[in-house]
């Protein structure tokens, strides 16, 4: 087997039983790894009904045929579990360099079971597995786990862990590897914390095999040169970080504000990428195998802080959409995301969210609109379990819905929306009701079509096409995140590129509309999962405000989501039923006779 | 100008990234570029079957050197009176000589803007003589292209819809074997409207060249649709597209496969020149004013953000 290592590993927490079974060829060709292994693991071991954070619930670490082989941009690997957050199946990946040595240890997927009977964290090199006391490292952040856990094993391991955030169960909790590279979204942390697992350190010897060394040479260099050559890869990110964006989503109206109440912030400038770059930046960092180099080592000199980011996302959510202007405190709630393993995007939105409650009476004595310090204080309560941060750490939805007004809860299926608003981005709107973890950017990046121009520019106030534009998008999007590579990468590589290197690396003939068919399987079987779980075109929706009231002011002004009529073409084109579900037929052409069966059986009846 | 979505997808379906990828001046004319950057791009150039790489020509003897080094099969086109065509007939016609010496393969000039603008305000025989200066111009560099062809840069930014009509027609005269849009440094790039006026306007004999701001494929197969919509014309000694972003448009065409919902109709005044006349002089822009006022879309311009 070239690419894949052809084995998956097991640890029953429970009984602490570590087993292992090979990956079969089924899994690889029709699944590949990453995301659509584990979905594929998910869905076949998961019964219906299972508390996310019962020790029932799996939480499976995954790798890639790509990771680890030196393809650009493949230092990544994926988390899949079921989500406390939204009940959904959900997947989170992360960079750094975590995932290649996991790789390097020569497992494909670990799947974890149970729960340890106390704090626990997982060493594993190469065949050896040990499962040891994390008596010592609990309770302590992200940065200083990572350090203890290294000192235990290898200075040179590499260590995924959660923080106390994780610890407690907080549902918007993640994942921390290299200190400051997150599996950020749904809770996954949660889930770890569940299982009573503080760490898992790896180190490995095992180079993937790579089955045609001089095609591989070949496509990787046409993949850089495309890299190299595509404005937003080869200026933007490298040059600005994520943080480019936050101008030019203002300039359109698109830039969530006042917790989506607006959609343009007077003082973006004075969080964005370019003033990052002026003020806060210390160099530029990349993951494995990438010549983006989107990663920012900024300072804080006035809180003799140090740190990564902050990236896009924290600096809508702790500053546009908080309404805050102070890079500073920004970068600083950023920081404490990252120690205390908290998902910046909910935690900043479920910030705004409260300051809405709080302005309009609906949560007295709490936060306001534009108080800097309030985001980096409620970080610390979130994370520490304390006061008020023990209310917000359920997340928005649960927040809002507790103080009477489920409205103000900028969410999708519970999962906090990220910081593009689809009033003026109009795929979006679609690409966030039809994600399958809820509110989520990378399902479907429509923002790079309808904004940045890539691959072309599309109209993005119009709906015309957009549900089949999403529908590829959302197909493309799985199969690169089962590779495993990073989603940057799609500025500049098209489906071509991807399947080219996957030929190359292991010797199977992949074509680019195989790999589009596989990202159909795994997005059509995470379907079947939440549909499964009773979700429908209910929870395929959109938070009231982006339906009804159109933004006040900006270049997307007087505009609301037309989401019913893109949703219907959606579901047509999907050939699923109008509620949203895969039919039966669906799933049988994809190959899914399982997921099929199921359908089937549960519609007959 | 619209362009309906389906004819977009009828074009789309006959092209190839091979085929475009012959159609494209790979393009560098920055003046700070460095050898090493040269360099690359005849590579580039080479790797992708790209017709030529487009160079101003102090370049064209390293390219040459370099290209011939390789055994590639890669075209050289060099830039004249480069980038404002303002410079005396003599001096375009020795930029041109000793592009050829130095191994140029294609010349793209540019015509003497102002002088054409005279042509068509004058009357009478001050009219003819400003079109005899102008087609001399454009003649005096075809002689000393010794037989490469010269491919025209109007500038259209700078004309109005007559201009363009009257230009084409000089360099027709003159011995061009193209008319080309843009230089890329002057108030606007290639747009259809353009391109069809252009093309609608030379014989079939000669080409027409996109050049000016197309950076991925759904507008370089607008510019086909507008300047190459027949199979005898999409060919590259009838259509090219000039772009420091060809890469990009050779690997963004892979996408057009994949689905065909990236061919909806754009709104008209969105790739309209009279939507972009910010830069244009004054009586030239009044002119692409007018039109757009009794343009039958007009009413897009109510909503600004279209």
């Given at each position: 087997m070239h690419g894949w290592m052809g084995k998956?590993?097991?640890?029953?927490?429970?009984?602490?039983?570590?087993?292992?079974?090979?990956?079969?060829?089924?899994?690889?060709?029709?699944?590949?790894?990453?995301?659509?292994?584990?979905v594929e693991i998910l869905f076949r071991e998961l019964p219906r009904g299972v508390n996310p954070l019962s020790p029932e619930n799996k939480l499976i670490f995954a790798a890639g045929p790509l990771t680890?082989?030196?393809?650009?941009t493949s230092g990544r690997y994926s988390v899949i579990t079921r989500s406390p957050l939204t009940g959904t199946i959900f997947d989170s990946n992360s960079g750094g360099h975590f995932g290649v040595q996991f790789k390097r240890t020569g497992w494909d997927a670990l799947i974890i079971e149970g729960r340890a009977e106390k704090p626990s964290y997982l060493w594993i090199r190469d065949n050896s597995v040990d499962i040891r006391s994390a008596d010592r490292i609990w309770g302590s952040n992200t940065h200083a786990t990572e350090d203890i856990v290294r000192?235990?094993?290898?200075?040179?391991?590499?260590?995924?862990?959660?923080?106390?955030?994780?610890?407690?169960?907080?549902?918007?909790?993640?994942?921390?590897?290299?200190?400051?590279?997150?599996?950020?979204?749904?809770?996954?942390?949660a889930v770890m914390g569940s299982k009573n697992l503080k760490a898992i350190a790896v180190l490995g010897s095992h180079e993937p095999s790579i089955a045609n060394r001089e095609e591989f040479t070949a496509a990787a260099r046409i993949s850089l040169e495309a890299i190299s050559k595509n404005p937003v890869t080869k200026d933007a990110l490298p040059n600005y970080g994520t943080a480019v964006l936050v101008n030019v989503?203002?300039?359109?109206?698109?830039?969530?504000?006042?917790?989506?109440?607006?959609?343009?912030?007077?003082?973006?400038?004075?969080?964005?990428?370019?003033?990052?770059?002026?003020?806060?930046?210390?160099?530029?960092?990349?993951?494995?195998?990438?010549?983006?180099?989107?990663?920012?080592?900024?300072?804080?000199p006035a809180r003799d802080r140090h740190g990564e980011g902050p990236e896009y996302e924290t600096v809508w959510s702790f500053g546009a959409a908080c309404g805050v202007r102070d890079l500073e405190a920004v970068a600083e709630a950023h920081y404490l995301c990252n120690e205390y393993g908290l998902d910046a995007i909910s935690t900043g939105s479920t910030i705004a969210c409260a300051m809405e409650l709080s302005e309009a009476g609906h949560l007295p004595g709490g936060p306001r609109f534009g108080d800097a310090e309030a985001i980096v204080d409620l970080v610390r309560l979130i994370g520490d379990g304390a006061g008020i941060g023990n209310e917000l750490a359920e997340g928005s939805l649960r927040l809002a819905e507790r103080h009477g007004h489920?409205?103000?809860?900028?969410?999708?299926?519970?999962?906090?929306?990220?910081?593009?608003?689809?009033?003026?981005?109009?795929?979006?709107?679609?690409?966030?009701?039809?994600?399958?973890?809820?509110?989520?950017?990378?399902?479907?990046?429509?923002?790079?079509?309808?904004?940045?121009?890539?691959?072309?520019?599309?109209?993005?106030?119009?709906?015309?096409?957009?549900?089949?534009?999403?529908?590829?998008?959302?197909?493309?999007?799985?199969?690169?995140?089962?590779?495993?590579?990073?989603?940057?990468?799609?500025?500049?590589?098209?489906?071509?590129?991807?399947?080219?290197?996957?030929?190359?690396?292991?010797?199977?003939?992949?074509?680019?509309?195989?790999?589009?068919?596989?990202?159909?399987?795994?997005?059509?079987?995470?379907?079947?999962?939440?549909?499964?779980?009773?979700?429908g075109r209910g929870e395929d929706s959109l938070p009231r405000r982006l339906l009804e009231t159109p933004l006040p002011e900006g270049h997307s002004k007087n505009i609301t989501v037309a989401l019913d009529p893109m949703l219907d073409e959606y579901y047509r084109l999907r050939g699923w039923t109008s509620n949203g579900v895969p039919t039966a037929s669906t799933l049988s052409e994809l190959k899914l006779y399982d997921a099929s069966k199921h359908i089937a059986e549960k519609y007959a009846v | 100008?619209?362009?309906?979505?389906?004819?977009?997808?009828?074009?789309?379906?006959?092209?190839?990234?091979?085929?475009?990828?012959?159609?494209?001046?790979?393009?560098?004319?920055?003046?700070?570029?460095?050898?090493?950057?040269?360099?690359?791009?005849?590579?580039?150039?080479?790797?992708?079957?790209?017709?030529?790489?487009?160079?101003?020509?102090?370049?064209?003897?390293?390219?040459?050197?370099?290209?011939?080094?390789?055994s590639s099969r890669v075209g050289i086109a060099s830039v004249v009176g480069f980038p404002l065509g303002q410079m005396s007939t003599e001096s375009k016609a020795f930029e041109t000589s000793d592009a050829i010496v130095n191994g140029a393969t294609e010349i793209d000039m540019v015509i003497n803007v102002g002088t054409l603008r005279e042509m068509t305000t004058a009357s009478g025989d001050e009219s003819r003589r400003m079109r005899e200066l102008v087609r001399?111009?454009?003649?005096?560099?075809?002689?000393?292209?010794?037989?490469?062809?010269?491919?025209?840069?109007?500038?259209t930014g700078y004309l109005t819809d007559r201009e363009i009509v009257e230009a084409c027609r000089v360099c027709e005269e003159a011995g061009a074997a193209f008319v080309k849009t843009s230089t890329g440094f002057g108030p606007m790039g290639a747009y259809p409207a353009?391109?069809?006026?252009?093309?609608?306007?030379?014989?079939?004999?000669?080409?027409?060249?996109?050049?000016?701001?197309?950076?991925?494929?759904?507008?370089?197969?607008?510019?086909?649709?507008?300047?190459?919509?027949?199979?005898?014309?999409?060919?590259?000694?009838?259509?090219?597209?000039?772009?420091?972003?060809?890469?990009?448009?050779?690997?963004?065409?892979?996408?057009?496969?994949?689905?065909?919902?990236?061919?909806?109709?754009?709104?008209?005044?969105?790739?309209?020149?009279?939507?972009?006349?910010s830069k244009q002089p004054l009586e030239v822009q009044t002119v692409y004013v007018r039109k757009c006022r009794t343009c039958p879309d007009n009413a897009y311009r109510k909503f600004k953000d279209f």
């Amino acid at each position: 087997m070239h690419g894949w290592m052809g084995k998956i590993l097991r640890i029953d927490l429970n009984k602490k039983k570590i087993s292992s079974r090979p990956l079969t060829n089924e899994q690889s060709e029709l699944f590949l790894g990453g995301r659509g292994l584990g979905v594929e693991i998910l869905f076949r071991e998961l019964p219906r009904g299972v508390n996310p954070l019962s020790p029932e619930n799996k939480l499976i670490f995954a790798a890639g045929p790509l990771t680890g082989t030196g393809a650009p941009t493949s230092g990544r690997y994926s988390v899949i579990t079921r989500s406390p957050l939204t009940g959904t199946i959900f997947d989170s990946n992360s960079g750094g360099h975590f995932g290649v040595q996991f790789k390097r240890t020569g497992w494909d997927a670990l799947i974890i079971e149970g729960r340890a009977e106390k704090p626990s964290y997982l060493w594993i090199r190469d065949n050896s597995v040990d499962i040891r006391s994390a008596d010592r490292i609990w309770g302590s952040n992200t940065h200083a786990t990572e350090d203890i856990v290294r000192s235990e094993t290898e200075k040179e391991a590499k260590v995924a862990c959660i923080g106390p955030a994780g610890e407690r169960q907080v549902l918007i909790s993640s994942i921390v590897n290299d200190k400051h590279r997150a599996a950020g979204r749904g809770g996954v942390g949660a889930v770890m914390g569940s299982k009573n697992l503080k760490a898992i350190a790896v180190l490995g010897s095992h180079e993937p095999s790579i089955a045609n060394r001089e095609e591989f040479t070949a496509a990787a260099r046409i993949s850089l040169e495309a890299i190299s050559k595509n404005p937003v890869t080869k200026d933007a990110l490298p040059n600005y970080g994520t943080a480019v964006l936050v101008n030019v989503i203002n300039e359109i109206g698109a830039l969530p504000t006042m917790n989506f109440q607006r959609g343009y912030f007077e003082d973006a400038d004075a969080i964005s990428g370019e003033t990052i770059r002026e003020r806060i930046l210390e160099k530029r960092v990349a993951c494995d195998a990438c010549t983006i180099a989107c990663g920012r080592a900024t300072k804080i000199p006035a809180r003799d802080r140090h740190g990564e980011g902050p990236e896009y996302e924290t600096v809508w959510s702790f500053g546009a959409a908080c309404g805050v202007r102070d890079l500073e405190a920004v970068a600083e709630a950023h920081y404490l995301c990252n120690e205390y393993g908290l998902d910046a995007i909910s935690t900043g939105s479920t910030i705004a969210c409260a300051m809405e409650l709080s302005e309009a009476g609906h949560l007295p004595g709490g936060p306001r609109f534009g108080d800097a310090e309030a985001i980096v204080d409620l970080v610390r309560l979130i994370g520490d379990g304390a006061g008020i941060g023990n209310e917000l750490a359920e997340g928005s939805l649960r927040l809002a819905e507790r103080h009477g007004h489920p409205e103000c809860s900028m969410s999708v299926k519970g999962l906090e929306m990220p910081g593009y608003d689809p009033r003026g981005i109009q795929g979006m709107g679609l690409a966030y009701a039809t994600s399958n973890r809820g509110a989520c950017h990378l399902r479907a990046y429509m923002t790079s079509a309808e904004v940045l121009g890539n691959p072309c520019l599309i109209d993005r106030f119009k709906t015309d096409g957009k549900a089949s534009l999403t529908i590829l998008l959302q197909n493309v999007s799985a199969a690169i995140d089962s590779l495993v590579l990073c989603r940057f990468s799609q500025f500049a590589m098209n489906p071509d590129h991807y399947a080219r290197l996957l030929r190359a690396v292991t010797n199977v003939s992949f074509m680019a509309r195989d790999l589009i068919s596989i990202g159909e399987r795994i997005y059509n079987l995470e379907r079947t999962f939440n549909a499964r779980e009773g979700f429908g075109r209910g929870e395929d929706s959109l938070p009231r405000r982006l339906l009804e009231t159109p933004l006040p002011e900006g270049h997307s002004k007087n505009i609301t989501v037309a989401l019913d009529p893109m949703l219907d073409e959606y579901y047509r084109l999907r050939g699923w039923t109008s509620n949203g579900v895969p039919t039966a037929s669906t799933l049988s052409e994809l190959k899914l006779y399982d997921a099929s069966k199921h359908i089937a059986e549960k519609y007959a009846v | 100008m619209r362009i309906p979505s389906q004819s977009l997808r009828e074009v789309a379906v006959r092209l190839d990234e091979e085929q475009v990828a012959g159609l494209i001046d790979h393009t560098e004319l920055k003046p700070h570029v460095l050898k090493k950057k040269i360099r690359s791009l005849c590579d580039e150039a080479d790797i992708h079957g790209f017709a030529t790489v487009c160079l101003n020509s102090w370049w064209v003897r390293e390219a040459s050197q370099y290209l011939k080094s390789k055994s590639s099969r890669v075209g050289i086109a060099s830039v004249v009176g480069f980038p404002l065509g303002q410079m005396s007939t003599e001096s375009k016609a020795f930029e041109t000589s000793d592009a050829i010496v130095n191994g140029a393969t294609e010349i793209d000039m540019v015509i003497n803007v102002g002088t054409l603008r005279e042509m068509t305000t004058a009357s009478g025989d001050e009219s003819r003589r400003m079109r005899e200066l102008v087609r001399d111009d454009v003649g005096a560099v075809v002689k000393k292209a010794d037989g490469a062809p010269v491919k025209v840069i109007l500038e259209t930014g700078y004309l109005t819809d007559r201009e363009i009509v009257e230009a084409c027609r000089v360099c027709e005269e003159a011995g061009a074997a193209f008319v080309k849009t843009s230089t890329g440094f002057g108030p606007m790039g290639a747009y259809p409207a353009h391109l069809k006026l252009m093309r609608d306007t030379v014989d079939d004999r000669l080409g027409v060249k996109a050049a000016g701001g197309v950076t991925n494929f759904l507008e370089a197969i607008r510019c086909i649709y507008a300047a190459a919509n027949s199979p005898s014309l999409l060919r590259p000694d009838k259509f090219r597209l000039g772009t420091s972003n060809g890469i990009n448009i050779v690997n963004s065409l892979s996408w057009a496969k994949y689905d065909d919902s990236w061919f909806v109709e754009e709104v008209p005044c969105k790739i309209c020149p009279s939507n972009y006349v910010s830069k244009q002089p004054l009586e030239v822009q009044t002119v692409y004013v007018r039109k757009c006022r009794t343009c039958p879309d007009n009413a897009y311009r109510k909503f600004k953000d279209f």
